[in-house]
């Protein structure tokens, strides 16, 4: 089995800075594809960032420019750098993970449980 555990969300002013970390563990052969979504309230899940496994990145237009994606492969991570976060940013937060574990030889998908960002005064 794999897991994703998130951390590192909270209340932060508009404006500010925070950094989210998701760690992936369990029976890992190789993850390709890792990747950040968000969820507001009564709002459809969206895509903010998207990283391979050689470091290509991938962003909307909402927050190109404010976010950055990065991951640690020796350690299964993956971050989310967010500055200049604005109220329209607060959503739950989830990373996801193709994984490829040691009884597959196919990617699935994993997803954390999320970890809540609110951007408020």
């Known amino acids: 089995q794999v897991q994703l555990v998130e951390s590192g969300g909270g209340l932060v002013q508009p404006g500010g800075s925070l950094r989210l970390s998701c760690a992936a563990s369990g029976s890992i052969f190789s993850i390709s594809v890792m990747a950040w979504y968000r969820q507001a309230p009564e709002k459809k899940r969206e895509l903010v960032a998207t990283i391979s496994s050689v470091g290509s990145t991938n962003y909307p237009d909402s927050v190109n420019g404010r976010f950055t994606i990065s991951r640690d492969n020796a350690k299964n991570t993956v971050y989310l750098q967010m500055n200049s976060l604005k109220p329209e940013d607060t959503a739950v937060y989830y990373c996801?993970?193709?994984?490829?574990?040691?009884?597959?030889?196919?990617?699935?998908?994993?997803w954390g449980q999320g970890t809540q960002v609110t951007v408020s005064a």
């Open positions: 996801s993970a193709d994984v490829r574990t040691y009884r597959t030889t196919t990617y699935y998908p994993y």
